[in-house]
């Protein structure tokens, strides 16, 4: 068992000193002399024409780091999460905060159990036929742990 790092699932590697997570799937921004966003960019065979204009912007301006935009290239490899991450306020919230969506789905997921189980408690005899009653109670309740968490 190495002493300082640990690899998380083959790829991702947890570095118990700095506290930091790396994936190997991604040039480190210091394992190649990768200083600056554009190398980085070019040695993935991108520009920054590629990336959001507010993602350009930032990086040009030095507001965003260049491990931001790694974290950002790692998450764009994903189909789901690049689908999210295709409108500015997700996009923003979530590289403010890596932890984000996960907050968001145990708050969902907690949510929706707790509302349905506490439809069941009241409604015990009419639960399936009050259906209707039942979803949308369900649905504004996840509408509200939504933008609780946001």
Do not use: C
């Not at 002493?3 to 991604?26: I, K, P």
């Not at 965003?64 to 409108?87: D, G, I, P």
């Not at 890596?98 to 159990?113: N, S």
């Amino acid at each position: 068992m190495p002493s300082h790092a640990e690899l998380v699932g083959g790829s991702r590697q947890y570095d118990r000193e700095s506290t930091n997570w790396t994936d190997s799937t991604l040039p480190s921004s210091d394992s190649f002399g990768l200083d600056s966003p554009e190398a980085l960019l070019s040695s993935l065979g991108r520009s920054m024409d590629s990336l959001p204009p507010e993602m350009s912007y930032s990086l040009k301006q030095g507001i965003m780091s260049t491990e931001l935009l790694q974290r950002w290239l790692h998450w764009e490899q994903r189909y789901l999460l690049r689908q999210l991450l295709r409108f500015p306020g997700m996009r923003e919230r979530v590289l403010g905060d890596a932890a984000f969506l996960m907050k968001l789905g145990v708050e969902a997921g907690m949510g929706v159990i707790t509302k349905l189980l506490a439809e069941l408690h009241k409604r015990p005899v009419k639960f399936w036929g009050e259906l209707d009653l039942v979803f949308a109670n369900v649905v504004m309740s996840l509408l509200a742990d939504v933008a609780l968490i946001w």
